[in-house]
């Protein structure tokens, strides 16, 4: 079975210009996360989606961060304009619903540079 | 009271020994702690995870001691390998699945 497939794995862009990243999800899994992981740091929440409703997005931040979960199946996360301090990895992560729901597979991650 | 407290921040220990990483949370809403390893260029995967009706779990060379009155609980890896040698993040959860991790423990198995 195909884990949580991530894309790009790297990429470096100059601040201000816009970038995308990828997530497929387990096949199955209704529960989609996207997380920013600091250097040095453990993963923080960005949006928890269940199928396609953002369920819990406090933690983006909305005037450049911005994600959809289009069918409820793959997701993409965007930030435009990038800053110097967006550099980081984004994680994404999928469950299962129910008793399976707390159960997180990570993807490897999506390692951004800003210049 | 959000927070996860993990420590110590990094640890050498030496093949065949007792690797002990320590977590402390202030929220007794929080239901389930899961521990999560994670080596360079990889996601975290999960470990172990235990539930506050026990005081300790083992899974092989893994066991998670909880004690629910001091709000703490760690991991014990038994006979360390240099296999192990990576990040582990201790992590809480009080209920829709947001899970709040620690700052990670950079471990170092020397052979």
């Known amino acids: 079975e195909a884990g949580v497939v991530q894309s790009p794995r790297y990429k470096i862009i100059e601040k201000k210009q816009p970038v995308a990243f990828w997530c497929n999800p387990i096949s199955g899994h209704n529960t989609l996360y996207w997380y920013l992981q600091n250097l040095g740091q453990g993963p923080e929440l960005l949006i928890r989606?269940?199928?396609?409703?953002?369920?819990?997005d406090s933690q983006l931040p909305k005037d450049r961060f911005s994600a959809e979960r289009l069918k409820g199946v793959d997701s993409t996360l965007k930030i435009q304009p990038a800053e110097l301090g967006d550099s980081a990895v984004y994680l994404c992560?999928?469950?299962?619903?129910?008793?399976?729901?707390?159960?997180?597979?990570f993807g490897a991650g999506s390692r951004l540079t800003v210049l | 009271q959000q927070q996860v407290k993990q420590s110590p921040q990094s640890l050498i220990v030496q093949k065949g020994g007792i690797s002990i990483i320590n977590c402390a949370y202030e929220?007794?809403?929080?239901?389930?702690f899961p521990w999560y390893q994670q080596f360079p260029g990889k996601g975290p995967a999960l470990l172990i995870a235990i539930r506050p009706d026990v005081s300790e779990k083992k899974e092989g060379r893994f066991t998670i001691s909880f004690n629910k009155s001091a709000k703490q609980f760690s991991l014990h890896i038994m006979d360390s390998q240099p296999g192990d040698s990576a990040t582990y993040f201790c992590a809480a959860t009080g209920g829709y699945n947001k899970l709040i991790f620690g700052a990670g423990t950079r471990l170092a198995v020397h052979p």
């Open positions: 989606y269940e199928n396609e409703e953002a369920v819990d």
């Open positions: 992560a999928s469950s299962l619903g129910g008793p399976g729901a707390n159960v997180l597979t």
């Open positions: 929220n007794t809403a929080f239901d389930y």
